[in-house]
Nanobody, 127 residues
Framework: QVQLEESGGGLVQAGGSLKLSCAASGRTVSNYAMGWFRQAPGKEREFVAAISWSGIDTYYAGSVKGRFAISKDNPKNTVYLRMNTLKPEDTAVYYC????????????????????WGQGTQVTVSS
């Protein structure tokens, strides 16, 4: 079993930055692809960013591309989401997710492709 714990959320003004962390425990996630999703009030959970187990390949939702950056530190068993130029529409609960990916160094975009989820961290962007 893998446990994921997000941190780094908070309240920030539009145009500001935040860096979210997702620390894994229970197992090493060196061979796990990771992803970030978010859910705003009254909306469905949506994909934000994903990274392959090696960290080489990444993919972003169009709404965050160029502003957000996902990275993975395998020795620290942690994945990060750096968020720049934040907008009020980025307000949501952000979740990290993980899935084992032994045979393919790729990323995954759909939430039903992930096996493990964190509890989420709130990000609020004020205008």
């Amino acid at each position: 079993q893998v446990q994921l714990e997000e941190s780094g959320g908070g309240l920030v003004q539009a145009g500001g930055s935040l860096k979210l962390s997702c620390a894994a425990s229970g197992r090493t996630v060196s061979n796990y692809a990771m992803g970030w999703f978010r859910q705003a009030p009254g909306k469905e959970r949506e994909f934000v960013a994903a990274i392959s187990w090696s960290g080489i390949d990444t993919y972003y939702a169009g709404s965050v591309k160029g502003r957000f950056a996902i990275s993975k530190d395998n020795p620290k068993n942690t994945v990060y989401l750096r968020m720049n130029t934040l907008k009020p529409e980025d307000t949501a609960v952000y979740y990290c997710a993980a899935r084992v990916s032994y045979y393919s160094d790729t990323y995954y975009l759909a939430d039903d492709e992930y096996d493990y989820w964190g509890q989420g961290t709130q990000v609020t962007v004020s205008s």
